[in-house]
């Protein structure tokens, strides 16, 4: 079976349609989360994910605020702004479905999460160190995690200092092995690791074979849409520049 994996679309449709062009046929998508949240077309995002085949969808912390249930203190001005008005453009069918979702689950060898198998909506695991940390807290030999928008794979080290990060050239393949893993495929609508081209995964389940994915979009018409919807300037901007 091959798994489309996706993450972090952020109601970004035409990054989420360039993607699903370029990754040829697959039997499955799984999907890690915040799939609303920065971008212009939330409704289009949800309703293009819902229809993809054989579907295991998570919910991230942007979907989250999008349902009223996270205390927008927590963000900042822009992404505030930006939870507000999704807030407000979210049909009843699409928060419908956003409510629905589930915040982890396990599929054969590999546990699905948005953020951390430790705290699966809210931490962040930005380096090997606080991989190390949390691989005790999912039973499975993987774990699949989005909500850094960076891609990268951490390694179990079984004694000594965690092992180093590995990150993937754009269409690289690695076979996943014995070490247990946590793989993050990147963002699809707001890449934060400098490249703006949409990033994802393809998983050959079976297997356990991981290819990283790359792909540019038209970022001047996503760009547009939020302009046209006075989203904040910051966000615009960002996406041209992967941060
Ligand atoms: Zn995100």
Redesign the pocket.
């Known amino acids: 079976m091959r798994v489309l994996v996706i ?2 679309i ?1 109601a970004n449709l035409t990054a989420l349609e360039t993607v699903l062009a370029d990754a040829g046929d697959y039997d499955a998508a799984w999907c890690l ?2 799939l609303v ?2 971008g212009p077309d939330p409704n289009e995002c949800v309703e293009r994910v819902r229809a993809l085949p054989n579907l295991q969808c998570l919910i ?3 979907d989250k605020a999008a349902l009223g249930e996270i205390d927008l203190a927590l963000f900042n001005a822009d992404a505030r702004q930006a939870v507000s008005w999704t807030q407000e453009t979210l049909t009843n069918e699409a928060h419908a479905y956003l409510e629905s979702l589930p915040e982890a689950v396990e599929i054969g060898k590999y546990t699905l999460v ?1 953020g951390s198998p430790r705290q699966p909506v809210w931490e962040y695991i930005l380096d090997r160190n606080i991989a190390a940390q949390t691989f005790p807290y999912f039973a499975t030999p993987y774990c699949l995690v ?2 850094t ?1 960076s891609p990268v794979i951490f390694t179990e080290s079984s004694d000594g200092p965690p092992a180093p990060e590995k990150r993937l050239r754009p269409g690289e393949r690695l076979t996943l092995g014995r070490n247990r893993r946590i793989l993050n495929p990147g ?1 699809v609508g ?1 890449p934060r690791d400098s490249i703006p081209d949409a990033s994802y995964a393809v998983l050959d389940f079976e297997a356990a074979v991981w290819e990283a994915r790359r792909v540019p979009y038209d970022v001047a018409a996503t760009q547009a849409r939020m302009a046209s919807q006075e989203l904040p300037e910051r966000l615009i901007a960002r996406l041209a520049y992967g941060w």
Do not use: K, L
Request: net charge negative.
């Open positions: 993450s972090d952020h989360g915040d949240g920065y991230g912390n942007h948005h989005g909500h928008h963002s707001q």
